[in-house]
């Protein structure tokens, strides 16, 4: 059975163009889900998976407590591997196909208000030389709505220096064009005239924009831990990630009056759906208003 993954991660790689966490996620649900076929259940041909022996399987998952949208995520899996082989002809129906997915309640983000944005921003030293580099990263996430992985794989040939934008590698590779605030390019020009040239002479084959001490390119744990450090210099009592800036960039946009098309473009959402759970926070942001300004909210 192995080899049905191996096809179906070559199709996914090849065809679909995933990234490589999507890769990485779909690789290890269906190991999970074939080793529970062949130790648990001792079915070694997938011709032989019945629609029970799928329902089994999620109830497995559920009795491991994992997280309702893991759940949901492995079950989306396990029904697009076996459309896969049926499409191949591996199996003559997909087991799967009527199996029900949970629903799962919406869970609105995290987010920072605008003043909390600035505690943080305002707590990193504009006179130590990485701390230029840090002040760089997060202004711009937050300018530009980036995921954690578009900031690390960010080039400096990406920077549109005239047309004030820069350029994003998103999911799947899809290409989008995204505005970048003139406080964020100020502190960018900043950091690659003070600090870049001297990281980048340890390491000369590194494109990427932002780098470590050693000149390497930043990882996405690295990113973590620089967000941290700072928050917690700010003293800013919130769990605070790099997606929180993301989220707190779509909210405060559409607070602001933007609308939700352009926000979607930016954020790069392939559905709008996705983009309108900031409608939500939007929302609650109006009844805090509401509850903070009204004569009757005493």
Same mark, same amino acid.
């Given at each position: 059975m192995e080899q049905f993954i191996r096809e179906y991660m070559t199709m996914l790689k090849i065809e679909r163009n995933l990234a490589r966490n999507s890769l990485e996620s779909y =690789?290890? %649900? &269906? @190991? =999970?889900?074939? $080793?529970?076929?062949?130790? %648990? &259940?001792? !079915? @070694? $041909? !997938?011709r032989n998976v019945t629609l029970g022996h799928i329902r089994t399987y999620v109830r497995h998952l559920s009795d491991k407590s994992m997280a309702a949208n893991s759940v949901k995520r492995a079950i989306s899996t396990i029904r697009t591997y076996h459309n896969f082989l049926l499409f191949e002809g591996r199996m003559k129906d997909n087991p799967a196909q009527l199996l029900d997915t949970p629903k799962i309640p919406q869970k609105l983000p995290n987010i920072l208000t605008i003043e909390e944005i600035d505690i943080i921003l305002n707590i990193i030293p504009n006179d130590k030389p990485m701390a230029l580099r840090d002040l760089a990263i997060f202004e711009m996430m937050y300018s530009c709505g980036l995921r954690v992985t578009e900031l690390c794989d960010i080039k400096t040939t990406d920077i549109l220096w005239d047309s004030e934008i820069i350029r994003v590698n998103g999911k799947g590779n899809k290409q989008r064009f995204v505005p970048i605030g003139p406080i964020a390019r100020d502190n960018l020009k900043i950091y690659l005239n003070l600090k870049r040239p001297s990281l980048a002479d340890k390491n000369n084959n590194v494109i990427e924009l932002f780098l470590s001490q050693n000149g390497r390119k930043l990882t996405r744990m690295m990113i973590w831990v620089l967000l941290k450090k700072w928050t917690e210099a700010s @003293?800013?009592?919130?769990?605070?990630s790099p997606h929180t800036l993301r989220h707190s960039f779509a909210t405060h946009l559409l607070e602001g009056g933007a609308d939700l098309r352009s926000v979607q473009e930016m954020l790069g959402h392939a559905d709008i759906s996705t983009t309108q759970v900031y409608t939500h926070l939007d929302k609650e942001h109006l009844k805090e208003v509401h509850r903070t300004f009204h004569p009757r909210f005493d």
């Amino acid at each position: 059975m192995e080899q049905f993954i191996r096809e179906y991660m070559t199709m996914l790689k090849i065809e679909r163009n995933l990234a490589r966490n999507s890769l990485e996620s779909y =690789q290890r %649900d &269906l @190991n =999970q889900y074939h $080793s529970f076929l062949k130790d %648990d &259940l001792k !079915i @070694n $041909s !997938i011709r032989n998976v019945t629609l029970g022996h799928i329902r089994t399987y999620v109830r497995h998952l559920s009795d491991k407590s994992m997280a309702a949208n893991s759940v949901k995520r492995a079950i989306s899996t396990i029904r697009t591997y076996h459309n896969f082989l049926l499409f191949e002809g591996r199996m003559k129906d997909n087991p799967a196909q009527l199996l029900d997915t949970p629903k799962i309640p919406q869970k609105l983000p995290n987010i920072l208000t605008i003043e909390e944005i600035d505690i943080i921003l305002n707590i990193i030293p504009n006179d130590k030389p990485m701390a230029l580099r840090d002040l760089a990263i997060f202004e711009m996430m937050y300018s530009c709505g980036l995921r954690v992985t578009e900031l690390c794989d960010i080039k400096t040939t990406d920077i549109l220096w005239d047309s004030e934008i820069i350029r994003v590698n998103g999911k799947g590779n899809k290409q989008r064009f995204v505005p970048i605030g003139p406080i964020a390019r100020d502190n960018l020009k900043i950091y690659l005239n003070l600090k870049r040239p001297s990281l980048a002479d340890k390491n000369n084959n590194v494109i990427e924009l932002f780098l470590s001490q050693n000149g390497r390119k930043l990882t996405r744990m690295m990113i973590w831990v620089l967000l941290k450090k700072w928050t917690e210099a700010s @003293n800013l009592q919130k769990q605070v990630s790099p997606h929180t800036l993301r989220h707190s960039f779509a909210t405060h946009l559409l607070e602001g009056g933007a609308d939700l098309r352009s926000v979607q473009e930016m954020l790069g959402h392939a559905d709008i759906s996705t983009t309108q759970v900031y409608t939500h926070l939007d929302k609650e942001h109006l009844k805090e208003v509401h509850r903070t300004f009204h004569p009757r909210f005493d």
